[in-house]
């Protein structure tokens, strides 16, 4: 039996730009919509391959950076504000199973390191926490407490959890 190459080739042609054509895209984020971006503390060596960035809204420090975060808001997949033990508030963020893998990864890999954590809602707009991974976030969960106020707070998790409601992205 002989099989024909241009047949085979036109059919594996077929099929990616069935898939490519098809793929799943997530709804747009809104102009408005809140952003969370978190950055990995590293060393100034002098290569060039981090930067410097103020913490707080009025810098209460600086901490070096890679250039690129490794979690942002299309991770996250729940956001709450809690009280804390000692009568203030922390914001917790939950993320999805992809969160969930790169948070475990770098945490351990880099235990004693900051997370820097920057976020846009609204007026809103600075790295506003820098919680030291102590142990193994194993779980998906940072918890901290972030430079801004309650109500600030309530509202960026009132948004970012409405953001998820209406992306309607699976925990994959």
């Not at 960026?156 to 959890?161: E, G, H, L, Q, Y």
């Amino acid at each position: 039996m002989k099989i024909q190459q241009n047949a085979f080739n036109t059919y594996l042609l077929a099929a990616l730009c069935a898939v490519w054509l098809g793929g799943c895209a997530s709804p747009p984020r809104g102009k408005d919509a809140p952003v969370v971006r978190i950055y990995l503390e590293v060393p100034r060596d002098g290569t060039g391959g981090q930067v410097a960035v103020p913490v707080g809204r009025r810098p209460l420090f600086e901490v070096w950076v890679q250039p690129d975060p490794f979690l942002n808001e299309l991770h996250v997949k729940r956001v709450e504000v809690r009280d804390d033990k000692l009568g203030g508030y922390e914001l917790v963020l939950e993320f999805n199973r992809q969160g969930r893998w790169l948070l475990d990864e770098v945490s351990t890999a880099n235990k004693g390191r900051r997370a820097v954590i920057f976020l846009i809602s609204g007026e809103l707009q600075h790295f506003t926490a820098a919680p030291i991974m102590k142990d193994r976030l194993a779980d998906g969960i940072l918890v901290f407490t972030p430079d801004m106020t309650r109500p600030e707070a309530e509202t960026f998790a009132r948004k970012m959890n409405e953001e998820e409601a209406k992306q309607k992205v699976h925990d994959y």
